[in-house]
């Protein structure tokens, strides 16, 4: 199927990183204006999907590999494929986070599998995530990280995607290079598919800047919120297509038997992202 050791690979479940951070009120005031939310007054929780500006390694400029990601094969596998993104996941929610808290975050790869997809090779690695606070759990995460090929991004006269039903609530959402820029910065975030167009177009074959996968579902999570009326208890997501920066784009939702059932979609008819919330 190809040349990658997928045993050698599987050497990395079981790896872990552990973290400890302290929410500071200007990372909580910079995510909060980042998506156009005020930040909590006084006590109050911050949204949630929060814990993802504090997940991030500071790793230093040397340790970064050529994508601006941290250089392979410390936590993760050094899958020698050259694309890697962030394919969806899925989570439980436990409490909440305020400024202030001192947060412990725990992240766990616990598989790695090789698959063959119309793009070619794939490997994909399972992390878990736990977040804790000082009040105790806050989350309870599952991240699939995919690697890939490179393959040309061709956008034809069919829409990428899943089809999707009509929707019952649609906002119109934009997704320019200040936002990327801004959202790998709260994040902590260097892969420069977000931020350098001239990187995506010569390097990786994309026709313009790639908005976060992160960034779509925390837009879809807070639409959920919203329409319930309540913190969420489970959300999952899952990018079905790329969303390029510029490109016209709503959030959509239906009402299903257990929550509700979210897309982004774009102007010309592209799923890039499904989820479910409840």
Known sequence: MSGIDIDHLKGWIGSE???EVTVTPTLAAQFCVTLDLAPPAGDAPLPQLFHWCLTMPETAHSGLGPDGHAARGGFLPP???PRRMWAGGALEFRGDIRTGDTVALVARVEDVTLKTGRSGTLVFATVRHDVTGPRGPV????QDIVYREVSPTVLGDTPLGPRMPEPEITEAVAFDPVLLFRYSAVT???HRIHYDRSYCIEEEGYPGLIVHGPLQATRLAHLAAR???RPLRHFAYRGT???FDGTPAALNAVTGAEGLSLWV?????DTTMTAEAG
């Open 17 to 19: 990183q552990r973290r």
């Open 79 to 81: 899958v020698p494929l």
């Open 139 to 142: 989350a309870t995460e599952r």
């Open 188 to 190: 902590f975030n260097g």
């Open 227 to 229: 329409q319930l009326g």
């Open 241 to 243: 297509s790329p969303m």
């Open 265 to 269: 979609s774009t102007g010309r008819g």
